[in-house]
């Protein structure tokens, strides 16, 4: 039973929807009632509505001057939208405005619907306009307007569902304002109306289902009188275009209907059961494939398929892949990369075991395009599938190697199983076991040629040697004559009782480390000749003798005993010298010496003579310019004296003196080369330059041949 609320919305909406054709039959009088008109806000603008007997709006918008910030002018409708903008088309600043909606009925009457909007950075709001919150210009405006009553404003949250009938001066609109918008005939009031069309909220329509699944959807027959027109300008016109034309219809203008801009037939032609059809011209004909399908089988090639997928091809060619065309089946991988693979591989549904074997492209450059045909397989628990055999393109096969270097190489062990099966040879005897004198094993022939092929690697223990063979890793004894040609090194001790190196005659000789280079090496009556057969003392040494020792550093510590108990470990004689000529100023009184001149010296004892001539310049005035001169030699002995003397006045004889001084220093062995020093400096005189000069100058070290001994 319908209520009174629900009659008088259905009244209302009769009302909207038919009010224009009521008016063109009988002009009612007027209602004096003010129209109920709205007002909607957003961040970005204003809408304004009124009832559908309303066909004319006009918006003024004034600031609290009372200054007219926009004038929309009289626009035809009964739906208005305003941006905040003003007259230049720029948003309205952050304020508070009064605002003043004119609307204009079918008689011409107009009523205006003054209110307040509060415009912010982020937010806009409406309200009534209450004199409280009005400016004194905006007041003015609002009496000029005369009687008249706000709009009603609509919140947001606040919005009732209804279905509004609305025109912008350009467009007319049905609008539902929540759910869908359907369109139904039958007894509206009684409740027997039916749903006839649907509109959704996403802009699906619906004819005959309430629940369209696309943009168009009609549950029962489309009736198209002038054809259904597709995105390719082509127009369907009947049915019977999309069936298969009859072989008369396609011979009497399939070619001209096309050229008409109708759609070509879509297949002609017949085929065999089972098997998958193909386009045989460029009209639409159909016929046979090669492929069949037959009880969920695939053959290619064969109409009688006999396993899930069944390829087969005639390669009347003797040599492999001469043929290339006729091969059964090709994997091929496209992508051009280096060292690309394509392949099969193999696994159950719950995928735990994975098989594959693939072909590896290993080069693609020029007209090289050398593969690898690998095969791999996955362990317990790995999901990444390895590589277990390898055929490379040179034909070699690996088993646990990705570069086999023969035609078969095993990393690993390799178990012949089978009574009398073994590892046949090229003379065609075969191996059985590995045990030594085994059925079939190798004869000695095949082992001294194994044991001379290049290839063979490896080492014989000392332990499968008889006696009389030479080990390599233990001691040996040997009978008679033994003949070397070439070097002999010995690392340890040589024992011999006759000859050792070119000639050793009597006694024996015992070596730590011994090498003979070239020449004689001679042992004759405790003799040792070193480059002659008849030495003529107990080491006679035709040739230089090297003294060498443990290193320290790049210095050697070797050295020649003599009998005193001394030792040599340098050519004893050698001179070094150096003389500098370029005036310097020595050190003044109170500041270290500076050195004049030095020497750098290997290790070992030296006789130093240095000669420096000094020449004084103090000149003062009412002052004593003499100056005395202390020199040293650095390095030296701890007791070694500095050299002191004095230097007279500028002008005097004695303003200019060659001075001499000589030392002795012994150098440490195994100590680097050292730079050696005469240091000069002033021992009177300021403190702030010394005066003296050293002029011309020079350095003399000579190496002695013994130790130095200080008494």
């Known amino acids: 039973m319908l209520t009174a609320s629900r009659l008088a919305a259905s009244l209302l909406l009769l009302f909207s929807v038919f009010h224009s054709s009521l008016l063109a039959q009988e002009r009612a009088p007027e209602s004096r009632t003010a129209p109920v008109v709205t007002a909607a806000a957003s961040t970005t603008g204003v809408r304004f509505t009124a009832p559908g007997t309303y066909v004319g709006m006009h918006l003024e918008v004034y600031d609290e001057a009372g200054a007219e910030l926009f004038d929309s002018g009289y626009r035809l409708g009964n739906l208005l939208d305003w941006n905040l903008e003003d007259r230049a088309g720029q948003r309205l600043a952050a304020g508070d405005y009064l605002y003043v909606l004119t609307v204009k009925s079918l008689s011409g009457r107009e009523s205006r619907k003054p209110g307040g909007v509060s415009v912010a950075e982020k937010s806009v709001s409406l309200r009534p306009a209450e004199a409280a919150r009005l400016s004194a210009a905006q007041k003015q405006v609002l009496d000029a307007a005369g009687d008249s009553s706000a709009p009603t404003v609509l919140r947001d949250d606040a919005v009732e569902p209804a279905t509004v009938v609305a025109h912008d001066g350009r467009d007319g609109q049905v609008t539902s304002t929540s759910g869908a918008l359907t369109f139904r005939t039958g007894d509206l009031f009684s409740g027997e109306d039916k749903e006839q069309m649907r509109v959704t909220p996403e802009g699906r329509v619906g004819i005959g289902t309430s629940d369209p699944q696309a943009t168009l959807d009609v549950a029962g027959t489309v009736r198209a009188r002038g054809g259904i027109e597709f995105a390719d300008g082509?127009?369907?016109?009947?049915?019977?275009?999309?069936?298969?034309?009859?072989?008369?219809?396609?011979?009497?203008?399939?070619?001209?209907?096309?050229?008409?801009?109708?759609?070509?037939?879509?297949?002609?032609?017949?085929?065999?059961?089972?098997?998958?059809?193909?386009?045989?011209?460029?009209?639409?004909?159909?016929?046979?494939?090669?492929?069949?399908?037959?009880?969920?089988s695939v053959g290619i090639g064969t109409q009688s398929p006999a396993t899930r997928l069944d390829v087969a091809g005639s390669d009347t060619s003797t040599v492999l892949g001469a043929n290339f065309g006729q091969i059964p089946l090709i994997l091929r991988n496209t992508s051009g990369a280096v060292k690309t693979y394509s392949g099969l591989l193999f696994y159950p549904d719950n995928a735990q075991g994975i098989a594959g074997v693939h072909g590896q492209l290993t080069s693609v450059a020029g007209s090289s395009r050398a593969g690898d045909l690998v095969f791999g397989t996955r362990s317990a628990g790995n999901f990444l599938y390895g590589e277990r055999a390898r055929i490379t393109s040179q034909g070699d096969f690996g088993i646990g190697t990705s570069a086999p270097g023969a035609r078969l190489e095993v990393a690993g062990n390799v178990k012949i199983s089978g009574a009398g099966n073994g590892l046949m040879f090229p003379d065609g005897s075969v191996q059985t076991t590995a045990a030594s004198g085994g059925?079939?094993?190798?004869?000695?022939?095949?082992?001294?040629?194994?044991?001379?092929?290049?290839?063979?690697?490896?080492?014989?223990?000392?332990?499968?040697?008889?006696?009389?063979?030479?080990?390599?890793?233990?001691?040996?004894?040997?009978?008679?004559?033994?003949?070397?040609?070439?070097?002999?090194?010995?690392?340890?001790?040589?024992?011999?009782?006759?000859?050792?190196?070119?000639?050793?005659?009597?006694?024996?000789?015992?070596?730590?480390?011994?090498?003979?280079?070239?020449?004689?090496?001679?042992?004759?009556?405790?003799?040792?000749?070193?480059?002659?057969?008849?030495?003529?003392?107990?080491?006679?040494?035709?040739?230089?003798?090297?003294?060498?020792?443990?290193?320290?550093?790049?210095?050697?510590?070797?050295?020649?005993?003599?009998?005193?108990?001394?030792?040599?470990?340098?050519?004893?004689?050698?001179?070094?010298?150096?003389?500098?000529?370029t005036d310097m100023e020595i050190s003044p009184f109170g500041s270290p010496r500076v050195p004049v001149i030095a020497l750098t010296l290997s290790p070992g004892n030296y006789l130093l003579t240095a000669t420096v001539q000094f020449q004084n310049t103090a000149n003062g005035v009412f002052q004593n310019n003499t100056r005395s001169v202390s020199c040293r030699i650095v390095p030296s002995n701890i007791n070694e004296p500095t050299w002191v003397f004095r230097l007279g006045g500028a002008g005097s004889v004695m303003d200019q003196l060659p001075v001499t001084m000589s030392t002795v220093i012994a150098l440490s062995p195994g100590s680097q080369p050292a730079t050696t020093n005469v240091y000069c400096g002033a021992e009177d005189g300021g403190t702030d330059r010394s005066y003296v000069f050293v002029k011309l100058r020079r350095f003399t070290a000579t190496k002695l041949e013994n130790q130095i001994v200080t008494q």
């Open 234 to 296: 082509t127009v369907l016109t009947s049915a019977s275009q999309a069936k298969a034309p009859t072989a008369a219809r396609a011979s009497a203008g399939v070619a001209a209907e096309a050229a008409a801009g109708a759609p070509t037939s879509a297949a002609t032609g017949a085929g065999t059961p089972d098997r998958l059809a193909k386009w045989v011209d460029g009209t639409g004909a159909l016929g046979d494939s090669a492929v069949t399908e037959s009880g969920g």
């Open 439 to 581: 059925a079939g094993g190798m004869t000695g022939t095949a082992i001294v040629s194994a044991i001379n092929d290049p290839a063979t690697a490896g080492t014989v223990s000392d332990a499968r040697l008889s006696p009389n063979v030479a080990r390599l890793n233990a001691a040996n004894t040997f009978n008679g004559n033994q003949s070397v040609t070439g070097d002999l090194g010995v690392s340890h001790t040589l024992t011999t009782q006759n000859f050792v190196g070119s000639f050793i005659q009597g006694g024996s000789a015992n070596f730590s480390f011994l090498s003979v280079d070239r020449g004689t090496f001679t042992v004759n009556n405790q003799r040792v000749g070193i480059g002659t057969a008849s030495p003529n003392t107990e080491l006679d040494v035709r040739g230089t003798v090297s003294a060498g020792g443990v290193a320290a550093g790049a210095i050697s510590t070797g050295s020649i005993s003599f009998p005193d108990g001394s030792a040599q470990t340098a050519a004893a004689g050698k001179t070094y010298t150096t003389l500098a000529g």
